[in-house]
C-alpha cells in the first residue's frame, strides 16, 4: 500500500501552491493517503466500525478536506474496493505467447489469478464482504461496480472460443464462470484459515489438474 507519512508515522506535510491550494501532485497524495487511512481501518476495524471522523483522523485531514473528495461513507468504500481489486486486476490479463497452445495459456493465467485472489490485502476484502455485506449492501455494490470478474470470464470465454471453434458462446461462458471458481474457491477457502493454506508447489498442482479437467470436459462439448 502506498503510504504519505513520515518515518515517524505521522502524516506527511501537503504542499501548498502559492495561491493556497494543492498542487496536483499533492492533491494526488492526499487522496491516496486518505484511502490508505480508509483501507487500514475497514481492513483492521470492518466497515460498520469505520467512521469518516477515524479516517479523517487517521489521514490527517480535515473533515471538509475528506468531503471534498467523497460524498459519503458509500463512495469511500467504493473507492477502496476498486484500488484493491485493480491492483489484482494485472492477473486478469489475456496471457501471451500461447498461440495454439490453450492448456499453457490457462496454466499461466491460472497461477497469476490464485496469487493475485490469495494475496493479504485481497483475502481481507473477501473477509469483509462475507462478513458484514448483509448489514451493509454498501459493500456488495462496491464489489459490483469493479466489474472485475465480468472482465475475466469474457477474457477466458474468449480465449476458449479461439482455440476451440466449435465451442459456442453460452457454453464458452459457462465453463469461463466454472473454471474461476473450480480455480479459486478451495485454495482461497484454506488461505482463509479453513484446513491448512496451499504451500506454492501445491498450488502449482492445482492449477495443472484444474486445467486438465476443463479442457477434458470443453474438447468433448467443442467435438
Avoid: C
Avoid at 173 to 195: D, M, T
Wanted: aromatic share 4%; glycine share 10%; charged share 20%.
Amino acid at each position: 500500500m502506498s503510504s504519505a507519512l513520515e518515518p515517524g508515522g505521522s502524516p506527511a506535510p501537503v504542499a501548498v501552491s502559492r495561491g493556497g491550494r494543492p498542487s496536483r501532485e499533492a492533491a494526488q497524495l492526499l487522496g491516496e493517503r486518505i484511502l490508505d487511512a480508509a483501507t487500514e481501518l475497514m481492513l483492521e476495524q470492518g466497515y460498520g466500525a469505520t467512521s469518516i471522523e477515524a479516517v479523517a483522523a487517521r489521514a490527517g485531514v480535515s473533515k471538509r478536506t475528506f468531503y471534498h473528495r467523497y460524498a459519503d461513507k458509500a463512495a469511500l468504500v467504493q473507492a477502496v474496493v476498486a484500488r484493491i481489486v485493480d491492483a489484482a486486476r494485472p492477473a486478469a490479463r489475456a496471457p501471451e505467447g500461447h498461440a495454439g497452445d490453450l492448456a499453457g495459456a490457462l496454466v499461466e493465467f491460472g497461477n497469476r489469478t490464485l496469487q493475485a485472489t490469495l494475496a493479504p490485502q485481497v483475502l481481507a476484502l473477501y473477509r469483509l464482504i462475507v462478513g458484514e455485506s448483509h448489514r451493509f449492501p454498501d459493500l456488495l455494490t462496491a464489489a459490483a461496480l469493479t466489474g472485475g470478474r465480468t472482465q475475466t470470464v469474457r477474457m477466458l470465454a474468449g480465449l476458449m472460443r479461439s482455440e476451440l471453434p466449435g465451442l459456442d458462446a453460452e457454453e464458452a461462458e459457462f465453463a469461463a464462470n466454472q473454471f474461476l471458481q473450480l480455480l479459486v474457491s478451495l485454495p482461497q477457502l484454506r488461505a482463509l484459515g479453513i484446513g491448512e493454506p496451499m504451500p506454492p508447489g501445491e498450488r502449482e498442482r492445482w492449477v495443472q489438474r484444474s486445467v486438465s479437467l476443463l479442457l477434458d470436459g470443453l474438447r468433448a462439448r467443442a467435438a
